[in-house]
């Protein structure tokens, strides 16, 4: 692929910018003052791109996606515009004769970290891939000051520390001024009849902020093509003046300010958990009309100022309920504002909103009490009410006099907003991220809209961006698979598949291998000066890198490196090739048992990894600040993929695929996306263990099982609990971890005893371990097992998911862009 990026200009352009942004010669020049010259340098290219795929999208009146998303954890930029720019060789040796190293300029860039785990990267992983397809799309999101905090390990605890990731300035973004927008809050709904008898809505007495936008390139790779990343800040409304202390508004100009100030201070850091904060419903009202009222108008200044035929143009997908609020408020603007009746607003929401449902967890549920709702968003939850009720009929006129299934489908109910059934109802589809998360919501969870509405749901398998994954974060295995079967699979990974000629090629297997090596040699060395842990890259890599959280089961995990230390210890001679265990995870700031998890960990890894008498067979490793950019080294170097969640609770899952597109083998159960992996590679070349996610279900029906019966009749699982409440791994304080061992066995706690079925699925997991064990001391069954895992990874790239958006829920337009 060719680049439009010349040496000559980029190198000129570095010292120019080093100069005017700096005051400094290049000599003189840090290497965060030469990331930010190289960046702004690379933007201006990028720039007259963006421009032409404008005009462009302008020029075909090519329909547009709004991703509408709370969250995008984008990872860092520099990196990837110069890899989909194709001018890596170029800014490499440019940087070379500047005399700096490539690798350590884009150390310097802070991880944009606007998102907290798989939601979010996987809107970043969505972004990419709409670029590199030519697909018009804006993602539309909150420029929060502070993305997800930054982790330090301090004596085994997670402490929490603000990302400031805009402290040095960032390079990338565009303020652009002209789009700010009015969003409104509280006050009360007028209302005034026109001459005809209609009533016209308007709002009064609130307090508003000024909503201004930042624009992100996202560029496509090799195609010229550069969508928008459009992140919402929030400014008072009008400048504070003394004006308004005469007047008697001193207090009102006080809390505009202050609104404005709050809404965008920081990105709340739960996964996969509803907390029902003021703030986050105001963020999310915030972003929501900003970014809808900019769509609308772009539409009708391309549309002579008529929207009744907007869907033809436009699509918002919402990612997960978070943006549901959509859906009023596109009905709110289209009414309040372009004056159409209820039926033309609703006719034309109902055929541009379409919804993703990213899990099932029961806690994860937004349901926002009415008197909150009301009172921030009177006429919002106006529009909400009338949804309701003329569904609550549509309810009635289908299932007459069947109040259970009121009950169970209305909108608002028990004095609460139920978001996921606002978006439902709201919307033309509704999908699930999983073949088998979408046939949980389609027969369990959702089932009774499954059953009114069966033609809106449907399922699209998520799946991850080869760009970033493989071609920058694992250069050695790319330029290897380039080398062995052309540079097709970076816009199309199923070429991927090509490898299967190889995997049982002795001098193929050979590199492979040596490349798996060198990857863990880089991890390695990151580790000792991260963690002053000295491991050793000939051992077992088996990693878990995710959110904490207690269905993922990091907690099984480490309750089994305790079993297999003890059995160590019992059995000096036991036949154990040497493992290292590494762990990556943040747990939310308010989630005491996932902290508490965090320190077992690394009280653990403290009495294990300094005890010599096993001669180094396990080494545990938790990872401080596991996030995109050190993501990229861990995927690069695994073995062993750990995708362990109880089946049914994950309801994809994304990191196992980034595993497997680097040869590593999955160790987990039949939940999420691990059920589809298992189909493309093979039962030979995974190992599956626990319960299924009927079984699960079963269980939970019928109020779970009694793990008190394991723990008297398995011995050495009986003495892996009792080192949690005798000070065996916290000699100080024997209690520490009292509540991890109620949780398991005691049920006089809220929960059910073993909620996620820890101990039920123990010696299973114990099997695949054992299995994994032998496995690698087969090297050549072991290096054809993970060269098939990276060869059938094709199906998961994030390209062959937005085609499935593309072709049968957005109908987008494609777009070329010469220059
Ligand atoms: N997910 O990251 C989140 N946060 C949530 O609040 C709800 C779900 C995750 O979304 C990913 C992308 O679809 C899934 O792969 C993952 O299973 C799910 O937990």
């Known amino acids: 692929m060719k680049t439009t990026i010349d040496k000559a200009e980029l190198k000129k352009q570095i010292i120019y910018n080093v100069k005017t942004l700096y005051r400094k010669t290049i000599d003189e020049a840090t290497p965060q003052q030469v990331f930010q010259a190289v960046s702004y340098a690379l933007k201006d290219d990028i720039i007259d791109q963006w421009i032409a795929t404008h005009k462009e999208i302008e020029r075909t009146d090519a329909k547009t996606l709004y991703y509408l998303s709370m969250e995008f954890l984008m990872g860092r930029a520099l990196g990837n515009n110069i890899l989909n720019l194709c001018a890596q060789d170029e800014v490499k040796e440019v940087l070379e004769e500047l005399g700096f190293d490539l690798n350590t300029i884009e150390d310097q860039e802070p991880d944009p ?22 697909y018009p799309a804006y993602g539309c999101g909150i420029r929060y000051k502070y993305g997800m905090f930054a982790q330090k390990i301090e004596d085994g605890y997670q402490r929490e520390v603000p990302d400031d990731w805009l402290r040095d300035g960032y390079p990338f973004e565009i303020r652009r001024a002209e789009y700010a927008c009015e969003v409104k809050f509280g006050g009360y709904v007028t209302v005034t009849k026109d001459e005809t008898g209609r009533e016209h809505f308007g709002q009064a007495g609130y307090q508003s902020v000024r909503a201004v936008p930042y624009d992100l390139p996202i560029v496509g790779y090799g195609n010229n093509v550069v969508n928008t990343l459009r992140i919402w800040d929030a400014e008072p409304i009008n400048t504070f003046n003394l004006d308004s202390f005469d007047k008697g508004d001193y207090q009102k100009a006080v809390e505009q300010e202050n609104l404005a100030k709050n809404i965008v201070e920081v990105l709340y850091p739960n996964d996969n958990h509803y907390a029902g904060k003021e703030l986050r419903l105001k963020q999310q009202y915030f972003f929501i009309s900003a970014s809808l009222q900019t769509a609308v108008n772009k539409y009708k200044k391309a549309h002579n100022g008529d929207v009744t035929k907007m869907y033809e143009k436009v699509a918002f997908q919402m990612n997960d309920t978070h943006p549901s609020m959509a859906v009023a408020e596109l009905m709110r603007i289209l009414m309040d504002e372009e004056n159409l009746t209820w039926e033309a607003a609703w006719e034309i929401t109902t055929k541009c909103c379409a919804y993703t449902n990213h899990t099932i967890m029961a806690e994860a549920l937004e349901k926002w009490p009415i008197e909150l709702f009301s ?22 006129a289908t299932y007459p006099g069947n109040h259970e299934k009121i009950a169970k489908m209305a909108i608002i109910y028990d004095g609460q907003v139920r978001m996921a059934h606002l978006a439902i109802v709201g919307s033309y589809s509704v999908n699930g991220v999983a073949k088998l998360h979408t046939e949980i919501l389609e ?33 050695l295995l790319a330029n290897w698979v380039t080398d062995k079967i052309s540079d097709a699979w970076i816009t199309n990974l199923p070429e991927i598949s090509k490898l299967k000629l190889f995997v049982d090629d002795p001098k193929s297997q050979q590199e492979f291998m040596n490349i798996k090596y060198q990857n863990k040699v880089r991890l390695a060395k990151y580790i000792k000066e991260h963690n002053g842990i000295d491991v050793d890259p000939r051992s077992i890599f088996d990693v878990q890198v995710k959110r904490l959280h207690e269905y993922k089961r990091q907690l099984l ?36 048992r996932a902290k508490l998890t965090i320190k077992l960990i690394n009280s653990v890894a403290d009495v294990i990894n300094n ?78 263990f626990g319960m299924t996610a009927d079984e699960v279900i079963n269980y939970e029906k019928n109020g779970g099982y009694d793990p008190m019966q394991i723990f008297n009749e ?44 820890i101990l039920k699925d123990f010696m299973s997991y114990h099997e695949a371990h054992m299995k994994i064990n032998e496995l690698y001391q087969d090297q050549t069954r072991w290096a054809h097992i993970v060269m098939m895992n990276t060869a059938c990874s094709g199906k998961f790239t994030s390209d062959r998911t937005i085609q499935q958006y593309v072709d049968e829920i957005w109908e987008l337009d494609k777009v070329t862009v010469e220059l």
């Open 714 to 757: 398995n011995q050495e699982i009986r003495q892996v609990l009792m080192q949690l409440i005798n000070g065996f791994y916290s000699p100080q304080d024997p209690e520490l971890f009292r509540d991890i061992y109620n949780s398991l066995l005691n049920t006089y706690s809220s929960d059910r005893a073993d909620t996620y079925f």
């Open 611 to 688: 005890d010599k008498s096993i001669n180094g067979k396990i080494k545990v490793v938790f990872i401080e600040n596991y996030r995109v950019s050190n993501a990229e080294i861990i995927f690069a170097a695994a073995d062993v993929s750990e995708q362990i969640s109880t089946a049914s609770k994950e309801a994809s899952g994304t990191g196992n695929m980034k595993f497997m597109l680097n040869g590593a083998i999955t160790c987990g159960t039949l939940d999420g996306a691990n059920v589809e992996i298992l189909e493309e590679v093979g039962k030979d070349n995974a190992v599956i």
């Open 375 to 396: 009172r921030l968003l009177p006429r919002i939850y106006g529009i909400v009410e009338e949804i309701n009720r003329r569904f609550v009929e549509e309810i009635e």
């Open 557 to 592: 995990n480490i309750l089994h490196v305790m079993y297999i230390y003890n059995e160590l210890k019992s059995h000096p001679d036991m036949e154990y090739y040497p493992h290292t265990f590494i762990f990556g995870a943040k747990a939310a700031a308010g989630y005491r």
């Open 443 to 475: 027969k369990q969870e959702l089932k009774d809209f499954y059953q009114m509405m069966p033609e809106k749901f449907n399922n699209k398998t998520n799946g991850i961006t080869q760009r970033r994954f493989l071609l920058h974060a694992n250069p």
């Open 113 to 134: 970290a606007l998102g907290n785990g798989g939601l979010g990267r996987l809107a970043a992983c969505f972004l990419d891939s709409l670029a590199t397809l030519g």
